[in-house]
């Protein structure tokens, strides 16, 4: 159990959840077979097929655009993306359950490398693009957007929000990837947290994340609606008692052409129901 402070919680050692726990196996199996692929056979296969190559994606390999989120150069780079899924990842599955949670991981991933291509496509060059540094980007902005307040042991001493803690864990992934850094990916995945948890939530302003609702914005119009309609009654039935009155009074020869014609109208809209 990892040690508890008020009001915090140390990062280093949540519980496991079963689809983290598929993920991180995959994108280790995958990473032992790109190590033994270099190695035995001496080549890049996997990387060939499966990593995200724009021009490649425009000829139909559209798989790319997932499948290169499983693949990683170097020991550090997997090893930065897996810890950052296992942190914040098994708190977001514990919240959603497996099946959400992996839907917004791969679309995170996806999100990365719809990005990616994007802005390969108006002329600005990305190169080969591996890693799931975009669905973990995705983690840490959803974290962030859930639990902004959340305090966390930052180096094992220092207590931070969540929302600095994952600024500082983002610079972190960034500067630990070396000279190819692929910031259309994260970017992607930044966008795709947002998205995924703002349509999940249904942009409810009393979930956690905030935001504007449609099915409430209608309901506020069609009370908006009513409340017009209902002070319009009570116009007219202050006006038509004040017409019954001067009736009463002086007889209905002493209404005008407009006050008789009100009055009748009135009676059909308002007391004939």
Known sequence: MPPRYAGSQLRFGPELTPMVRILLITNVAIFVAQFLGRLVLKNNALEMIFALQPEAVLKGYLWQLVTYSFLHGDIMHLLMNMLTLWM?????EGQYGQKPFL????????????????VSSLGFPQGIVIGASGAT???LAAFALLWPNREIIFMLIFPLKAKYFVMILMLMIVFSQGGHIAHMAHLGGIVGAVIFIKLYHGWKSDSKVGGWSLSRYLQKRR?????????????????VDQLLEKISKDGMNSLSR???????????KYFNE
């Open 103 to 118: 839907k917004f991981y791969l679309f995170c991933a996806f999100m990365g490398g719809l990005v990616t291509l994007l």
């Open 258 to 268: 407009s006050e008789k014609k009100f009055l009748n109208e009135a009676s059909k």
């Open 223 to 239: 009370f908006q609606r009513y409340q017009k309609e209902m002070n319009s009654r009570e116009d007219a039935k202050t006006r």
């Open 137 to 139: 980007f995705g983690l």
């Open 88 to 92: 914040f990842g098994s708190e977001i």
